[in-house]
Nanobody, 123 residues
Framework: QVQLVESGGGLVQTGGSLRLSCVFS????????MGWFRQAPGSLREFVSN????????DYTDSVKGRFTISRDNAKNTVYLQMNNLKPEDTAVYYC????????????????WGQGTQVTVSS
């Protein structure tokens, strides 16, 4: 049974940093493309970033480019999201997800989801 567990969320001031982690278990992590999504209060869940299983291809939504970095450690079955220069509009529950196919920006392509971790950025 596949399980994704996120951690690393919290409360941070504007301009601060957080690193989210997502541990994958239950299958061969190294063959899965991974993504991060977020859902702010009153909003739909949206794409943040993804990374191919080869680790060499990444994608970011425009609002986080230059501030967020996605990475993965296949030996540790973990995907990370380093978030720098955080802004109040980054406040959301952050979810990691795994796809059996190629990573895209669309939630429907992701099969497995974590429970989410709350990130709150104070102004």
């Amino acid at each position: 049974q596949v399980q994704l567990v996120e951690s690393g969320g919290g409360l941070v001031q504007t301009g601060g940093s957080l690193r989210l982690s997502c541990v994958f278990s239950g299958r061969d992590f190294s063959v899965h493309d991974m993504g991060w999504f977020r859902q702010a209060p009153g909003s739909l869940r949206e794409f943040v970033s993804n990374i191919r299983w080869k680790e060499t291809e990444t994608d970011y939504t425009d609002s986080v480019k230059g501030r967020f970095t996605i990475s993965r450690d296949n030996a540790k079955n973990t995907v990370y999201l380093q978030m720098n220069n955080l802004k109040p509009e980054d406040t959301a529950v952050y979810y990691c997800a795994a796809t059996g196919g190629q990573a895209t920006r669309f939630q429907k392509n992701y099969t497995y989801w974590g429970q989410g971790t709350q990130v709150t950025v104070s102004s």
